[in-house]
């Protein structure tokens, strides 16, 4: 029994550009997204505004006070 091979299968190229051109391109023309600073700063606040209040949690916890009395 011979085993028949699949017929190979070429593709035409479809464009003339190479991918790497196409993505270089599309990265030089991409347009810088406006940064909103008071809005950066605001969210920056409630992080640490959050992460304080964490901390004081934390902070308030049995286990946590043990293992800082341990620490001492």
Request: proline share 6%; hydrophobic share 40%; net charge positive.
């Amino acid at each position: 029994m011979a085993a028949q091979s699949a017929p190979k299968v070429v593709l035409k190229s479809t464009t003339k550009m190479s991918l790497n051109e196409r993505f270089t391109n599309m990265l030089k023309n991409k347009q810088p997204m406006p940064v909103n600073i008071r809005a950066t700063m605001q969210q920056q606040q409630l992080a640490s505004a959050r992460n304080r209040r964490l901390a004081q949690q934390m902070e308030n916890r049995p286990s946590v006070q043990a293992a800082l009395k341990l620490k001492q």
